[in-house]
């Protein structure tokens, strides 16, 4: 596979605005070979850079949306009973029936052994349990997948794999110690600014850099949800067409009622200070 | 110059005798790394030791700061300040410019200047006096000097379209002048470290070994969030133990009935689904006074238990117990502070701890039997006497208790505190008085193991 280093200028092509630091460690995590975990708060664009990945490297994107209970027979293999009972049934021949034929591929074992070039995505690991983590480390250390009545299925080096995190549980040290770690965090105003110019249509760069800072402030007052990339976004995007003032539509950015209360005392004590 | 492996052996130790360890594992990626890509530059070697070694956000701060004492180089990562620029400061203030733009480019060697200045100049501090860190910073920031420095940011022509701007960078450079002034307090602090006596006034390291009580404010936010997330993961943790065990007895007619769909070979066994058990999770806090901030730490874990399970029972207690898990349900996170504005509401006679009545009152009021207990509090009485009859019916109520106390341990069990009566029943007693001891006890906190004992 192709490790030549990306550059920011191809994330920003492919509508992805990051810093240098975000770059070196996508870099190095390609360049070692190593999956990449990301964590941090929701909304600040995790899934996002996945599948700008896959994208800019053209590799085929491959999901494994985890959640709680998840378990082998979702997320890596599953025997096809129905087809092995069937076999049974027609055939004198039964040595053969724990063979690929009768295997059903889940995202894990898809990627492993694909021969195609893949970026394995492996999102929210965090909603997995904890045994759930165990299943994962053999694939990420030793790029293998053991099936009892099989053997060892090894993987070519194809492939890029990012897990994401929400931090809602703690990851083993055993899954972590396998990982190069990236914390994500909201966007800085520059950023931002970029994101909103890229993303936004008609706005001036004036009003990219005024939206830009209030979001900023706004995600440093002590909220109780604290406004995703997305949501900020949508909110500019509204208010530029429909030529809205700062607090209107609160909704869109604000999804808490206390929220909106404090957002606006806030403004009305930074007026009143400026004011005076 | 390049990062020569004696000297990444050197810092190595310099890290574990800071509490930081360092994963031979991580040392040979990033070596590997190093040789690989032939990083000749020292700034680029730190950098990528910076982004290789570390496996989360804590330690990447913790060796974040390492990096800066060992090799005297600050890692410019996103988690930095960045200041926006605008083009008043281009046209008005070139010093403020100047600071800012060195500041964007990771060199903080003008903050430092600065806090010297007004450390060394601006008060007679005497170092040795028994005071917080704390105590300094609030002299410091009421001195002219200190106020002039900010003042930068307001003695500008600025229009109304940079003043948002404008104010959040003076807020992230007064953050930032304060954050370098405690530090310099610390070294201080730690030239005259003979002259304090009290182990609990040793200057901190890290943020998450640092005492709850010796927090600043912007620090106590940061690290009451992290609690409340803790709290959280405590929850998730004994909800996924709750569900696990809730599997019943083999469901025969079902199991029958979808094995025909595989012409009768038994390959699913479905289970009766168990009754669903209640939870019994109770975690009861002490508010008194000589808990000080940890009461809001504790209301903080508890708050986050309780909004993610709804069936933790929460109770906080001075004088007397008072059930706040519906309370807590109908606050925001940012209200949590509100629950002490309502002390009065707590206190049930003299408003001084009593650990008799309290649990005497839990006792009756907990209708779960045979669950878990986890107590926040110092076992502080006040003199009161605990009687054997309320430890045994403790003991006998729930099946496990743990207790966190946050006072020292070398502390329990002198004066007031009748840590060692409680000891006897409890499972687990465990000393928490910083982020880090509360983090390693929710880690070790093995429901499964523990349980089902």
């Known amino acids: ?276 | 110059m390049s990062l020569t492996t004696s000297e990444l052996a050197k810092f190595s130790d310099f890290c574990k005798k800071n509490n930081y360890h360092i994963p031979v594992g991580s040392t040979q990626t990033f070596l590997k790394y190093k040789i690989k890509k032939d990083l000749k530059s020292r700034e680029e070697s730190l950098k990528y030791l910076y982004y290789l070694l570390p496996k989360d956000k804590e330690s990447q701060q913790t060796l974040k700061s390492l990096i800066y004492k060992y090799f005297n180089y600050m890692i410019n990562d996103s988690s930095t300040t960045t200041f926006h620029i605008i083009k008043e400061y281009l046209e008005d203030n070139h010093q403020l410019l100047e600071i800012l733009e060195d500041i964007n480019s990771g060199n903080i060697s003008k903050i430092q200047q600065k806090s010297s200045e007004l450390i060394m100049n601006d008060i007679e501090a005497d170092f040795t006096r028994p005071v917080s860190d704390l105590y300094w910073l609030n002299q410091i920031k009421k001195t002219r000097k200190y106020r002039d420095f900010l003042d930068m940011f307001n003695n500008l022509d600025i229009s109304n379209f940079s003043e948002l701007t404008n104010q959040l960078n003076k807020n992230n450079l007064e953050k930032l002048l304060d954050n370098s002034i405690l530090e310099k307090i610390r070294e201080e602090r730690n030239k005259q470290k003979a002259a304090y006596k009290p182990s609990e006034l040793e200057p901190k390291t890290q943020l998450n070994e640092t005492d709850f009580l010796f927090t600043s404010h912007e620090e106590r936010k940061l690290l009451l969030d992290q609690t409340y997330q803790l709290g959280k993961k405590l929850a998730i943790k004994y909800k996924r133990f709750i569900k696990d065990s809730n599997k019943g007895r083999l469901y025969f007619r079902k199991t029958i009935r979808k094995s025909l769909e595989s012409g009768g070979s038994l390959q699913k066994i479905i289970f009766k689904p168990k009754l669903r058990q209640k939870p019994k999770l109770t975690i009861v806090c002490d508010i008194s006074g000589s808990m000080a901030l940890n009461s809001l730490f504790g209301v903080t874990l508890l708050y986050g238990m309780v909004s993610k399970f709804t069936s933790i029972k929460a109770y906080v207690f001075i004088d007397g117990i008072t059930e706040i898990s519906k309370t807590l349900r109908s606050i925001k996170k940012n209200e949590i502070e509100t629950i002490f504005s309502r002390w009065s509401e707590f206190v049930k006679s003299d408003g001084h701890s009593d650990y008799q009545t309290s649990f005497k009152e839990l006792i009756e009021l907990d209708s779960s039997e045979n669950g878990t207990l986890i107590v926040i509090g110092d076992a502080r009485n006040n003199y009161r006497n605990i009687s054997q009859d309320l430890i045994d019916s403790l003991g006998k109520k729930y099946k496990k208790i743990f207790w966190i106390n946050p006072e020292q341990r070398k502390y329990w069990n002198t004066g007031d505190s009748q840590m060692l009566k409680f000891e006897a029943i409890n499972y687990k007693t465990v000393e928490v008085r910083n982020y880090k001891q509360l983090k390693d006890f929710i880690k070790e906190m093995d429901f499964k193991k523990v349980l089902s004992l």
């Open chain 1, 1 to 276: 596979m192709n490790v030549k280093d990306l550059s920011l200028y191809d994330l920003e092509n492919n509508g992805y605005f990051a810093d240098n630091n975000l770059l070196d460690v996508i870099n190095a995590a390609r360049f070692l070979n190593k999956p990449l975990l990301v964590e941090g708060p929701a909304g600040t664009g995790k899934t996002f850079l996945a599948k700008t990945l896959s994208r800019i490297l053209n590799l085929e994107l491959i999901r494994l949306q985890c959640h709680e209970g998840i378990d082998e027979d979702r997320a890596v293999y599953e025997w096809n009973y129905k087809k092995q009972l069937l076999s049974i049934q027609s055939k004198s021949d039964k040595s053969n029936l724990f063979s690929e034929e009768y295997l059903i591929k889940r995202p894990l074992l898809k990627s492993l052994t694909s021969q195609d070039d893949n970026l394995l995505l492996i999102d929210e690991i965090d909603r997995a349990d904890e045994e759930f983590e165990a299943l994962l480390l053999e694939i990420l250390a030793e790029n293998q997948i053991t099936i009892p009545e099989m053997g060892t299925i090894e993987g070519k080096e194809n492939k890029v794999i990012i897990l994401t995190s929400n931090n809602t549980r703690e990851l083993s040290d055993a899954l972590r110690r396998r990982c190069i770690y990236l914390y994500l965090d909201f966007p800085t105003i520059e950023i931002e600014k970029k994101v909103l110019i890229n993303t936004v249509e008609g706005i001036s760069e004036d009003d990219a850099i005024k939206y830009a800072s209030l979001i900023s402030y706004i995600r440093n007052l002590n909220l109780n949800k604290i406004p995703s990339l997305i949501e900020s976004v949508e909110w500019v995007k509204f208010n530029i067409f429909n030529k809205s003032k700062n607090d209107e539509n609160l909704g869109i950015l604000l999804k808490d009622k206390s929220d909106h209360k404090l957002y606006l005392e806030s403004m009305e004590n930074f007026n009143e200070s400026n004011n005076k």
